[in-house]
């Protein structure tokens, strides 16, 4: 069954109605005309349809807040893992829109149960097809780790898991409590120390904006267009002189991506958690690329555990689909903080190893400023099989105190020192000249 609904115009950040139903919210998030029904939401308040974002196909589902306050039951949960598998076997990929007051305790265990292959389903998929999940409204209970285990978690202002759903905590205290932000278990998803939310968006209608848009970056991945990689009238991008001077690493990065008509040039992820790494999709010359930068404005852009963590499960989400990735390298070798202990930071700093040595997708190192120590190595060192690793002249590589090695020595550490002008067209020609492929691996949450 087709269903042509009128999709208006969803404009960045716009106020809007809060459309509760599974079909208003599927409408908006797909292209106007293009939803099909493959499951009514009627009276179990889960809706699943294909349709199209930009033209591509996509597997959708709605877990809405009618009828019982959105609660997942049995037949709901089936709805879920259909969904999912269907966008398995189709290689599209699943969208999920997420409202709900936790499991449907009327149907018991096996509710409990339903959710359990709800979970199973998102980590046969992981890897395999994008997975994104919108929280437009409260999570709750068991339920909130089924957004939680996906690639992209997109929260508006009222997207929020709650360990304990309402009902639960009803019955157990044997009263009723509030259940807006700050009542019984209940936590609004915030950046602050990632707690679920890769991206936080201003309204619903953002909400629906920014899935739209990750999702088109990663199922249209398009081609490099070398002919779009150079803009002559553009200026050299300034950077300070000094190696340790604080700069932000967003102006360069806006550079070197290219722009849409409205402006937009990347989608960063968790921008609040471990700032001083910046990662996110974004295109250059056309295609899509992931983007791993060092961002000196935060905490001299060093390579803590956060950032570590941060990077590598990044790394392994363009691998698995297929995302070649720009790395924009300008790190210090300072050893950790007080408090730090050296076991965590090398942990994670090995899993960012570990990412980097294992994917297979074209990747590119720029070393702008400064790269020294082990992070040097972390942020994709040739030593790790980097496509190619170029190197601005005045940037230094070094080991913490002394000396920065000589970049043209031949030793294999930089492909090649580059004029900061030309940087968008050698990364695009390294990229380009690449073999695309993926990896085989699965994505794991974060």
């Not at 990929?93 to 409202?99: K, L, S």
């Not at 265990?109 to 980590?123: C, K, T």
Request: proline residues 7%; hydrophobic residues 45%; glycine residues 12%.
């Amino acid at each position: 069954m087709t269903v042509l609904v009128s999709r208006a115009p969803v404009r960045d950040g716009a106020a809007g109605p809060d459309l509760l139903d599974p079909p208003a919210r599927l409408a908006r998030l797909l292209d106007a005309g293009s939803m099909d029904v493959l499951r009514p939401a009627d009276d179990i308040g889960v809706m699943s349809a294909s349709g199209r974002i930009d033209g591509e196909l996509v597997v959708a589902y709605s877990v809405g807040t009618t009828p019982l306050d959105g609660e997942l039951g049995v037949e709901g949960s089936r709805r879920v893992v259909e969904a999912i598998d269907a966008a398995v076997r189709g290689g599209h990929p699943v969208v999920g829109v997420w409202h709900s007051g936790g499991i449907r305790l009327s149907e018991g265990v096996g509710a409990l149960d339903g959710l359990g292959r709800v979970l199973a389903a998102i980590a046969r998929a992981a890897g395999r097809v994008p997975q994104i999940s919108v929280m437009l409204g409260p999570c709750d209970g068991g339920v909130g780790y089924a957004p939680a285990l996906t690639d992209v978690v997109i929260a508006a202002p009222a997207g929020r898991r709650r360990a304990t759903g309402s009902v639960t905590v009803r019955a157990g205290i044997g009263f009723p409590v509030r259940t807006g932000i700050g009542s019984a278990g209940d936590g609004p998803v915030r950046d602050r120390g990632f707690d679920g939310a890769h991206v936080r968006a201003a309204d619903e209608a953002d909400a629906i904006a920014r899935a739209r848009r990750i999702t088109s970056l990663l199922n249209r991945p398009g081609r490099f267009d070398l002919g779009a990689a150079d803009d002559p009238t553009e200026p050299r991008t300034p950077l300070p002189r000094r190696a340790r001077q604080v700069h932000d690493v967003k102006p360069l990065l806006k550079h070197l991506l290219d722009s849409d008509p409205r402006g937009r040039w990347l989608e960063e992820l968790q921008p609040g958690w471990a700032p001083n790494m910046v990662v996110g999709l974004g295109r250059l010359a056309g295609a899509t690329v992931g983007v791993l930068a060092n961002n000196p404005a935060r905490d001299g852009g060093r390579l803590d555990s956060p950032a570590a963590e941060k990077a590598a499960r990044f790394v392994r989400m363009c691998d698995a689909f297929g995302v070649p990735m720009v790395v924009v390298a300008d790190v210090p070798g300072d050893p950790p903080k007080a408090g730090e202990q050296w076991a965590g930071v090398s942990r994670r700093e090995a899993e960012l190893l570990h990412a980097f040595a294992e994917a297979v997708v074209p990747r590119v190192t720029l070393v702008t400023r400064k790269s020294c120590g082990g992070a040097y190595i972390a942020m994709n060192a040739a030593a790790l099989g980097a496509t190619a690793v170029f190197a601005w002249p005045a940037a230094e590589i070094a080991m913490p105190g002394t000396k920065a090695a000589d970049l043209t020595a031949g030793i294999g550490v930089v492909d090649e020192v580059i004029d900061p002008v030309t940087t968008r067209r050698r990364l695009a020609e390294a990229l380009a000249s690449a073999s695309a492929t993926r990896g085989t691996h699965d994505n794991v949450p974060l």
